[in-house]
């Protein structure tokens, strides 16, 4: 594995990237730590006829699993740059082995070796 500041720069890059997104169709909040979907306002500010609210509903949807997916990425990136702090970064967290430095540059907040991938996304979040 590379050193971990080579990473630590990559996921401070996508932290910025995530929230910027983010903060586009959601607000956060510090005291839960918790981001959650806001209403795209020129959508609601129309008047409510059928289609209107159709598409609002629509676009809702949309945007709430938009910000769960960004809210997972900016989880695991919070987590990878925690266990940075603690020495921790770079093991997997099914298995206890070192991840594959390949694994990690492709997505330096993988929380799994090559061989568990598919149990990532049954972590706890
Ligand atoms: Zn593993």
Redesign the pocket.
């Known amino acids: 594995m590379k050193d971990t500041a080579f990473y630590k720069d990559k996921l401070d890059a996508a932290l910025v990237a995530v929230v910027t997104e983010l903060s586009t169709i959601g607000v956060y909040d510090a005291v839960n730590d918790n981001w959650e979907a806001v209403p795209d306002q020129d959508i609601s500010n129309e008047d409510a006829d059928e289609n209107t609210s159709a598409d609002f509903v629509e676009s809702w949807n949309e945007r709430r699993a938009t910000l769960s997916d960004l809210e997972r990425e900016y989880r695991d990136i919070k987590r990878a740059l925690k266990k940075i702090d603690a020495g921790t970064y770079g093991i997997?967290e099914?298995?206890g082995?070192q991840i594959e430095e390949k694994r990690l540059d492709a997505r330096p907040d993988a929380r799994?070796?090559i061989?568990?991938m598919n149990e990532e996304s049954q972590l706890p979040m």
């Open positions: 997997c099914v298995s082995e799994t070796c061989a568990h």
